[in-house]
């Protein structure tokens, strides 16, 4: 086994109890959504979505209808906040492990061996990747394994391209991030790059909800990254824009490339 595959496995091989568990539990939370959406009677969705305060109707858009149904319901793990949170915090830590290396003095020891410097990056960017594919394909299975099981005869279930959109735009938002918080991993500590990297999300949330309840604040919209993710719009049933999926792509890419060049030229000794 060469040396960057055997990094990458022992990396697995660490985070592999945490993942596991967080993506069925993921998967888990898909089958129950399942389960609720089945026991509402189709009459009783208008009624729900009559129960939503007018912020949360201005938020949600004319997508307040698609979300309260049937489909918008089992679809909600795919943009529930907490659900958002809890990936974004997943794929921060894992994002951050070479500043945590580099603390422990784990860093000396892997480059002690005949081993480039940027082999530590690309492994965490594949070790971002298997884990972000491990969460949204775990997410995916328990939703259709929900409806084939719990969903009713005559529910109308989402269409696969629904599901799948929901997916990739989820996915590449974890990229994003992701990348956002390897980049400052490799100037920093891990605790300041974890911190950092939560607070811009934050920020980054804020502004967006702000812009869609505040038109003055529409303009600056653009500089956060969740405004290119649209789960409300995919609900509705509209395609996924290409240009969504390349900005965050693209963000992505800038976070992986700024990481090479930053831990190039950190001094990594312990």
Not at 74 to 83: E, H, N, Q
Not at 150 to 169: E, F, K, R, T, Y
Request: net charge neutral; with cysteine.
């Amino acid at each position: 086994m060469t040396g960057p595959i055997l990094l990458l496995s022992l990396s697995l091989k660490r985070a592999r109890t945490l993942l596991v568990a967080t993506g069925l539990l993921l998967a888990a939370f898909q089958v129950l959504l399942v389960l609720i959406a089945s026991s509402i009677h189709p009459s009783k969705f208008e009624d729900l979505a009559a129960l939503l305060p007018p912020f949360v109707r201005a938020l949600l858009g004319p997508a307040v209808a698609s979300v309260m149904s049937f489909g918008g319901i089992v679809c909600l793990g795919y943009f529930d906040l907490a659900i958002v949170a809890a990936l974004l915090a997943l794929i921060i830590a894992l994002a951050t492990l070479p500043a945590s290396e580099v603390e422990t003095g784990f860093a000396d020891l892997i480059l002690a061996r005949p081993l480039r410097r940027h082999w530590i990056i690309t492994r965490t960017i594949a070790l971002v990747l298997i884990s972000t594919l491990m969460m949204v394909a775990l997410m995916m299975a328990g939703t259709w394994v929900g409806l084939a099981m719990l969903a009713p005869d005559d529910a109308q279930w989402p269409s696969p391209m629904m599901i799948g959109s929901l997916a990739l735009n989820l996915g590449m938002l974890m990229l994003c991030w992701s990348s956002v918080a390897l980049a400052l991993a490799a100037a920093c500590r891990r605790s300041v790059a974890s911190a950092t990297t939560g607070l811009l999300a934050l920020a980054a949330l804020l502004l967006d909800l702000t812009a869609r309840l505040w038109p003055a604040a529409e303009p600056f919209a653009w500089l956060s990254p969740f405004r290119y993710f649209i789960p409300f719009d995919l609900v509705m049933g509209t395609a996924l824009p290409v240009e969504n999926i390349l900005v965050l792509w693209a963000i992505a890419m800038s976070g992986f490339t700024v990481a090479y060049l930053l831990f190039s030229q950190r001094d990594i000794s312990h």
